[in-house]
C-alpha cells in the first residue's frame, strides 16, 4: 500500500508562489506515474500535471493547459517526495489540490488512472 501526504498550501496573493509537496511512504515501484489534480468547489477534479518515472529518469511530463509555463513538477528520490512548484498564481488557481500514484500513463490525465491519492491541500489566491 501507497501513502501519500500533501502539504504547502496556503493563502497567497495573486502573481505569488508556493511549492506543494507530497511525500510518498509504504510500496514503492521503480515504474510510476505521478500526478497532480486540483478541485475547486461545485467542480469535478481536474488534472494539472503529471509525471512518468522510470527508476531515477523522466520519461515523461505533461502539464494541462492552464498551467504549462507557470507550474513545474520535480521530482527528490533520496526523499520519495515530489513537488509542485506554483508562479504566477491566479484567482482561478483556487482548488485542493491532490497528489495521486498510478502505472498508467496512455491515460494519466483521468483521475480513475490512479490508484492511490493524498488527502489533499488548500491552495488559496486572493485577488
Known amino acids: 500500500q501507497v501513502q501519500l501526504v500533501e502539504s504547502g498550501g496556503g493563502l497567497v496573493q495573486a502573481g505569488g508562489s508556493l511549492r506543494l509537496s507530497c511525500a510518498a511512504s509504504g510500496r514503492t515501484f521503480s515504474r510510476y506515474v505521478m500526478g497532480w489534480f486540483r478541485q475547486a468547489p461545485g467542480k469535478p477534479r481536474e488534472f494539472v500535471a503529471a509525471i512518468s518515472r522510470s527508476g531515477s529518469r523522466t520519461d515523461y511530463m505533461h502539464y494541462a493547459d492552464s498551467v504549462r509555463g507557470r507550474f513545474t513538477f520535480s521530482v527528490d528520490n533520496t526523499k520519495n517526495t515530489v513537488y509542485l512548484q506554483m508562479n504566477s498564481l491566479k484567482p482561478e488557481d483556487t482548488a485542493v489540490f491532490y497528489c495521486?500514484?498510478?502505472?498508467?500513463?496512455?491515460?494519466?490525465?483521468?483521475?480513475?488512472?490512479?490508484?492511490?491519492w493524498g488527502q489533499g491541500t488548500q491552495v488559496t489566491v486572493s485577488s
Open positions: 495521486a500514484a498510478g502505472s498508467s500513463w496512455a491515460t494519466h490525465i483521468s483521475p480513475s488512472e490512479y490508484d492511490h
